[in-house]
């Protein structure tokens, strides 16, 4: 069963720094594109960043700057940096294929930044 397993998350102060891991199980992983989304509570899932098979990158107007998207075809894992967070940061973020390459969702990392 393909499977989406996201860590890092936790409780930073504004300004500080994260970064989360999403290793997929899916076998064509190192051929699609893979994004990073996030939910708050009461708000809809939203694109954070993207990242193509060849590495290249998009972010949102929210992050840009700030955070920064990698991959690591050969574990199957993609990363997101994220420095000089904000408490509008604070969220469930999730990583999945971009568009329709999406799978089921894991579980998610909760990210929560205080003031």
């Known amino acids: 069963q393909v499977q989406l397993v996201e860590s890092g998350g936790g409780l930073v102060q504004a300004g500080g720094s994260l970064r989360l891991s999403c290793a997929a199980s899916?076998?064509?992983?190192?051929?699609?594109?893979m994004a990073w989304y996030r939910q708050a509570p009461g708000k809809q899932r939203d694109v954070v960043a993207t990242?193509?098979?060849?590495?290249?990158?998009n972010y949102a107007d929210s992050v840009k700057g700030r955070f920064t998207i990698s991959r690591d075809n050969a574990k199957k894992t993609v990363y997101l940096q994220m420095n000089n967070l904000k408490p509008e940061d604070t969220a469930v973020y999730y990583c999945n294929g971009a568009t329709h390459w999406r799978i089921d969702w894991g579980q998610g990392t909760q990210v929560t930044v205080s003031s």
């Open positions: 899916r076998s064509d992983f190192a051929y699609i594109p």
């Open positions: 990242i193509t098979s060849g590495g290249n990158t």
